[in-house]
Antibody, heavy 119, light 107 residues
Framework: EVQLVESGGGLVQPGGSLRLSCAAS????????MSWVRQAPGKGLQWVAN????????YYVDSVKGRFTISRDNAKNSLYLQMNSLRAEDTAVYYC????????????WGQGTLVTVSS | DIQMTQSPSTLSASVGDRVTITCRAS??????LAWYQQKPGKAPKLLIY???SLQSGVPSRFSGSGSGTEFTLTISSLQPDDFATYYC?????????FGQGTKVEIK
């Protein structure tokens, strides 16, 4: 059974940093692109970042470029999102998602972790 | 970025009703459209991809159609488990975008 379990969310002040983790199991993690998708409270979905199987290719939505870094450790079946210079508008539930091959859509999602940026 | 507009924003329906949700793209996206279902406090679930292909394990009462700029998600006979919010997502461009969502409520 495919499982994605996020951790690392919490309350952080504006300008602060946070690192999210996603532990994957039940599939060949190193064979898939992986993604982070977020959802602000009561709002819609926004695709945040993608990373290729070997980490050699990454994509970021414009609003997080230069502040967020997606990475992975295939030996640990883990995905990460380092978030720096956080802003109030980054407040959201962050989902780890497995990207479908050759297309930016997600067939499996984690339960999400809430990041709140507030003073 | 390609803008995705869903209608209606909210839909009230009864069990057994046929329900249709529309998603319009600001420019042609061919058939590169997906539909997701999301229940409160839960992650989205992929229902349909490539406009009309049913994801494995999704009940056949769900169907998708359309191409270019106009797409529909149809639930042929609404079941109690189907009350949720539905999102369309285009993946034609490198920068993917979602619709704002359609909430299907109990009438």
């Amino acid at each position: 059974e495919v499982q994605l379990v996020e951790s690392g969310g919490g309350l952080v002040q504006p300008g602060g940093s946070l690192r999210l983790s996603c532990a994957a199991s039940g599939f060949a993690f190193s064979s898939y692109w992986m993604s982070w998708v977020r959802q602000a409270p009561g709002k819609g979905l926004q695709w945040v970042a993608n990373i290729k199987q070997d980490g050699s290719d990454k994509y970021y939505v414009d609003s997080v470029k230069g502040r967020f870094t997606i990475s992975r450790d295939n030996a640990k079946n883990s995905l990460y999102l380092q978030m720096n210079s956080l802003r109030a508008e980054d407040t959201a539930v962050y989902y780890c998602a497995r990207r479908v091959a050759a297309a930016t859509l997600a067939d499996y999602w984690g339960q999400g972790t809430l990041v709140t940026v507030s003073s | 970025d390609i803008q995705m507009t869903q209608s209606p924003s909210t839909l009230s329906a009864s069990v057994g009703d046929r329900v249709t949700i529309t998603c319009r793209a600001s420019q042609s996206i061919s058939s590169w459209l997906a539909w997701y279902q999301q229940k409160p406090g839960k992650a989205p679930k992929l229902l349909i991809y490539k406009a009309s292909s049913l994801q494995s394990g999704v009940p056949s009462r769900f169907s998708g159609s359309g191409s270019g700029t106009e797409f529909t998600l149809t639930i042929s006979s609404l079941q109690p488990d189907d009350f949720a919010t539905y999102y369309c997502q285009q993946y034609n461009s490198y920068s993917v975008t979602f619709g704002q969502g359609t909430k299907v409520e109990i009438k």
